[in-house]
């Protein structure tokens, strides 16, 4: 992409310092109206989203939001609000209205912000914010580019689409310990979604690229044929019979493996006795061979942030080292509940990371031998609670190291503790395009549940 713009903001979007002294003003009122403490968050956001189907364009929207909310404590009673009006009588209806729902509420000993000592006393440069100046004709040109590109395969017979998205966002948080911060970010799009027939056999598959620098996004050409290639090769699935077989996600769907075991050990699973990991803190949840990391200030990555929603300030830490987890996912809430400290985590983790092994995708497939390469996900059959986990699947059968041909209607289950002990191998070929880095994850053994 070579149309993206500098760093440099435009000037008719609000500037940090704006947002910040709402966010003073809104913490000035809720001590005037009786609060022992508050935090409040402003953000604005903007950009520009364009589809266009089979050469027309079929949506073009310009968005521009803007909000605030605000929680104010009564000792360790809490309200909360919120209003999309930034005016002087929107602030003090939106603080009275957390003011009044406070002094109903029951206290709650775990309730409060998060230690002082624990805010971010500084606000790195994360490099996140890259405004992409491009016209709505730009923006169809672009999409239809990539929607042409995929439907020159003749076997593509309708499509979903080719989009193109630009988002600017300034989010601006504070609290009465003193804390006030905030940062401009932004995250750029284009997509294509098909649709491929072949005898008797439809098939639909997509591709995208995804990046806070609009010129660090793929080629339009090449993210369209990719979309086309990906959905041909799936015509003519077969279903398989019952069995068990190792199993290998590839890169861009392991995240969600990786996302059941976060929420596994996210503080709120844990102190609600609702995790099949509960009281496992020092004990092996992996092979002794894994790593898993956050890393939030990696320059220009998508789960990169400063400090998290309560202001504490993120660092880069091990989750789990050696096999063994090392720590939970907690907010100041969770982790007073469970009698612990915050772990910087109130919103998520930032930049997830497993440590990529030697193998390329190829090798995985070699190792892998005869098994399921898995491509697609469906359905929510994950219990948290005990483990269980079954999900519908498709992707393709491989026997010696090589794909023998795509699968479909199928169903692969198993058990997240076995599964997560039982990962052989983690591809080099790592997926950037979110918040979890990480390559393909080879399973020793699943059920695979077809005819």
């Known amino acids: 992409m070579n149309s993206a713009a500098t760093q440099s903001v435009p000037e008719t979007y609000p500037n940090q310092s704006e947002l910040e002294g709402v966010v003073a003003a809104i913490l000035a009122e809720a001590r005037k109206q009786g609060a022992s403490s508050a935090e409040a968050g402003v953000s604005f956001e903007a950009g520009l989203s364009v589809t266009v189907r089979l050469g027309e364009v079929e949506t073009l929207e310009y968005h521009r939001d803007r909000g605030l909310g605000v929680t104010v404590y009564f000792g360790q009673r809490k309200g909360s609000a919120s209003t999309s009006d930034l005016g002087h009588e929107a602030i003090q209806a939106t603080v009275r209205a957390a003011c009044g729902i406070a002094r109903y509420t029951a206290a709650d000993d775990c309730a409060g912000l998060a230690d002082p000592v624990l805010m971010a006393a500084l606000v790195p440069d994360l490099d996140l914010c890259y405004p992409w100046d491009i016209a709505a004709e730009q923006a169809i040109e672009l999409a239809t580019t990539c929607e042409d590109a995929a439907r020159a395969d003749p076997r593509i017979s309708n499509s979903e689409g080719g989009s193109v998205s630009s988002h600017l966002g300034l989010r601006v948080y504070g609290n009465t310990h003193g804390f006030s911060g905030g940062y401009y970010s932004t995250r750029h799009s284009l997509s ?212 023998q041909y795509p699968v479909e209607e199928i169903t692969i289950a198993g058990n997240l503790r076995d599964m997560l002990l039982n990962i052989a191998a983690v591809g080099n070929d790592v997926e950037l395009r979110g918040n979890t880095r990480t390559g393909s994850l080879l399973i020793e053994e699943m059920t695979i549940a077809g005819e």
């Not at 491929?196 to 660090?216: F, K, L, N």
């Not at 279903?239 to 077989?245: N, P, Q």
């Not at 660092?315 to 939970?328: S, W």
């Open 192 to 403: 294509c979604a098909v649709i491929g027939v072949q005898d008797e056999s439809m098939q639909r598959d997509y591709w995208y690229t995804v990046a806070r620098d609009a010129r660090e996004l793929e080629d339009a050409v090449a993210v369209g044929r990719r979309a086309a290639e990906r959905t041909v090769r799936r015509l003519g699935a077969r279903r398989l019979s019952t069995r068990k077989v190792p199993v290998l996600y590839a890169a861009e769907i392991a995240g969600g493996l990786l996302g059941h075991f976060i929420g596994a050990i996210r503080g709120g699973s844990l102190y609600r006795k609702s995790s099949f990991l509960l009281d496992h803190l020092g004990k092996p949840v992996f092979p002794d061979f894994v790593r898993i990391h956050e890393q939030p200030h990696l320059k220009k990555a998508l789960g990169s942030a400063p400090f998290d929603s309560e202001g504490v300030a993120t660092q880069a830490r091990d989750i789990v080292r050696g096999g063994i987890l090392q720590g939970y996912v907690l907010d100041s809430y969770s982790a007073r509940k469970l009698g612990m400290q915050t772990t910087g985590n109130a919103g998520g983790v930032h930049n997830l990371t497993i440590d990529p092994g030697p193998d390329d995708f190829a090798a995985l497939l070699k190792k892998l031998g005869t098994g399921l390469l898995v491509t697609e996900l469906m359905g929510q059959g994950v219990n948290i609670v005990t483990g269980d986990y079954s999900r519908g699947a498709a992707g393709f059968w491989v026997e010696n190291g090589e794909i």
